[in-house]
């Protein structure tokens, strides 16, 4: 399984929007570092977060239990199993976001953004 992962931070640089159709056709252009945007694969049973770190990223986090939002990314394509959710409104779970700290993914290719912490609405339940 592999998940393409696209940094939330690039957006501002490029005038890219959360909710534009074509990110990661635009990312995959735009020539960005490899710690911004790539494809990495990912072993069943490891969370998100720490996928991406088995692979040598350095994603946000701060309590790694599902009580903050800092690990927050935007799941784009594909689905990951979220097991608890105490901060995340049902309007952001609807969007796709989910804590990356503690969650599976369940399909065998997924697009993300990560590093989405600064959203609004997520700034204020960050620790
Ligand atoms: Fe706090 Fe994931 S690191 S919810």
């Known amino acids: 399984p ?3 992962y696209l940094n939330f931070e690039t957006f501002s640089d490029h005038g890219w ?12 252009a735009a020539d960005l ?17 720490q996928s991406a770190e088995d692979c040598g990223y350095s994603w946000p986090f701060a309590c790694r239990g599902g009580a903050c939002a800092n690990c927050a990314v ?3 394509e594909g689905e990951v199993e979220m097991p608890s959710n105490h901060i995340l ?7 796709g ?10 399909s065998d290719e997924l697009k ?16």
Do not use: T, W
């Open 17 to 28: 929007d959360l909710g534009d159709d074509d990110l990661f056709e635009k990312a995959a």
């Open 33 to 49: 570092a490899p710690e911004d945007y790539g494809v990495f694969s990912y072993d069943d049973g490891r969370n998100l977060l």
């Open 2 to 4: 592999h998940i393409e």
């Open 89 to 95: 409104s049902q309007e952001m779970v609807d969007r």
């Open 97 to 106: 976001i989910r804590l990356s700290c503690i969650s599976e993914p369940i």
């Open 74 to 76: 935007a799941v784009v």
């Open 112 to 127: 993300v953004i990560y590093n989405i912490k600064h959203l609004p609405g997520l700034d204020d339940l960050r620790l």
